[in-house]
């Protein structure tokens, strides 16, 4: 006889299926024979009983209840725990996907003011895949390095240019993806530390207005708060979103890191009476944003309606766009000397970049990840002389001053972030942003789940967060020994492995 223990799943299913009709008669007839007390197990092994057989002689969607009966919901019940489980029990410090707990740690610490310091040593990778920072033999202290100052739309000598002051950007996210609290904690957060906060593509930016924060408004493919009936552009009503004291510049959106080539979506979940509203859009049905708008058919009349757009706002105006080629940047770029009229920025979103709601294989499989395409848009505009005509964003799962600094060294004049103020205000990464469950607040507009969101508090987390980055920052170009973003290149950086940063390889 063997002294192994073990379950047999299929003998203990046919044992329970067996027993729960079995235990409901034996209930039944004490309660009738013995005492009435008894039948307060009867009704409970009978709706057992009850439901066992629909498991197993009714319903036609799952076989394994068909064959495992009541049995068979302990798969549903662990899986639909898993992530929980492995979440907080099971996976490794550095396990997760998209960001690992310690990425997440850091944030947290910085959002709650707490020196985010590591002990014992990295648990990155030391081997050649991972690109480092050079540090100089002579570092210079931080009464040497320059304020932040960053004036978007200088170039083309406007009059209401922008000065960016803080190089941490509240990437574009729309109310709708965002519930109320969310967004005027980032707004009022943000207000505090005289940074900027991108509007997403929500339409009329309500809540945002409401904190006193400088705004980026981002007009979608749908055009939200700025669209005529047919989809196309409302000059007038951009006019007087531009003329608004709190909105400082304005975004096109071409494309987004996680869905590049397909339009933003908004599930029906989340159309509330006033999103509704503030989008011009019907309630009860998903809004699928069209893929490209319908003013951008090729590189000649893209370039021509980012131009229309800056006549109009009279402000800076700047797109974002996931690279999928670099030569069609490139195309691009040579279309703008063409017309000799440039964006006053370029927000290169990486296709490692969050949403509120993808198709998988987009958020997956589509677009350049952040650091090839920076690197080549960065090389283009070089090349091209055109990058002192413009200024360059990097978005893509940039939450960290690590990853960060990369960044400025690949060329980005100042850093967008969404899901890292996500993380600031208390996002877990339940992964649950589509489906207006959101259990911390965040990405819902239940009320009984924005009820967790003190806005007060989470504000000053997300200025928490920024001084912190601030101040990382400032360290880092200490140890370069530069004295600004500006003063930073490629040259600033060990790439062990440089072909992952030379997109142009692939078409060989
Ligand atoms: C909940 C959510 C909503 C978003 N909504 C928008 C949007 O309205 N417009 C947009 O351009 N990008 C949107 N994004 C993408 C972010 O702005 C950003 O480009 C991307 O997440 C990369 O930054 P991250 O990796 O720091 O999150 C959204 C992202 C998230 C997570």
């Known amino acids: 006889m063997s002294t192994k223990l073990s379950i047999n799943l299929h003998k203990l299913a046919r044992f329970t299926n067996t027993a729960i009709p079995v235990l409901a008669l034996l209930f039944f007839v004490g309660g009738w024979q013995i005492s009435f007390y008894f039948h307060f197990l009867t009704v409970p092994f009978l709706g057992l009983t009850f439901l066992n057989t629909y498991y197993l002689l009714g319903q036609r969607n799952h076989s394994l209840l068909r064959n495992f009966g009541i049995l068979g919901q302990g798969r549903y019940l662990l899986e639909s725990l898993g992530p929980e489980l492995r979440q907080y029990l099971y996976s490794g410090d550095t396990e997760e996907r998209p960001f690992n707990r310690t990425e997440r740690r850091e944030v947290y610490r910085k959002a709650n003011n707490i020196d985010s310091a590591a002990s014992f040593g990295s648990q990155n990778d030391f081997d050649a895949t991972e690109i480092k920072l050079r540090h100089s033999l002579f570092p210079i202290s931080k009464e040497h390095v320059l304020p932040y100052q960053m004036a978007f739309g200088e170039e083309r000598g406007i009059q209401n240019a922008y000065t960016l002051t803080v190089p941490f950007i509240i990437s574009g996210m729309s109310y709708g993806a965002l519930g109320q609290r969310a967004i005027r904690s980032l707004a009022r957060g943000i207000a505090q530390t005289g ?62 890191g996680a869905k590049p080539g397909k339009g933003g979506m ?26 490209h708008h319908s003013e951008c058919e090729d590189y000649p009349s893209a370039v021509a309606f980012i131009r229309r757009i800056q006549d109009v706002s009279q402000l800076p105006v700047g797109i974002k766009l996931c690279i999928g080629d670099p030569r069609q940047f490139a195309e691009l770029v040579s279309e703008m000397k063409r017309q000799d009229s440039f964006p006053d920025w370029i927000t290169i979103d990486g296709a490692e970049g969050g949403t509120g709601a993808a198709p998988k294989a987009f958020i997956d499989r589509v677009g350049m990840p952040l650091f090839p395409a920076l690197k080549s848009a960065q090389d283009i505009l070089l ?76 504000a000053l987390r997300v200025a928490n967060y920024v001084h912190s980055l601030e101040h990382d920052l400032e360290e880092l170009l200490c140890s370069t020994g530069a004295r600004s973003v500006k003063d930073l290149s490629f040259d600033n950086l060990y790439v062990p492995n440089e072909s992952t940063l030379y997109p142009f390889a692939n078409h060989n």
């Open 195 to 256: 940074g900027l906060m991108n509007t997403g593509e929500g339409g009329y930016p309500k809540y945002h207005l409401m904190e006193k924060c400088d705004l980026a408004f981002q007009i979608g493919t749908a055009k939200f708060g700025v669209r005529n009936e047919d989809g196309t552009l409302n000059e007038p009503l951009l006019a007087d979103l531009a003329a608004k004291e709190q909105v400082k510049m304005i975004e096109l959106k071409l494309s987004q």
């Open 383 to 458: 090349a091209s002389g055109a990058r002192q005509r413009l200024k360059l964003v990097a978005s893509g799962k940039l939450i960290n001053p690590g990853s960060q600094i990369i960044a400025f060294c690949l060329g980005a004049d100042a850093i967008a972030t969404a899901r890292g103020f996500m993380l600031s205000i208390g996002c877990i990464q339940a992964m649950q942003c589509g489906s207006n469950t959101c259990p911390v607040g965040i990405t819902t507009h239940h009320p009984r789940l924005e009820r967790g969101i003190i806005i007060e508090d989470k």
């Open 266 to 291: 908004l599930p029906k979940e989340k159309i509330t009476a006033e999103i509704a509203e503030l989008r011009g859009v019907p309630m009860g049905r998903d809004v699928v944003s069209p893929t």
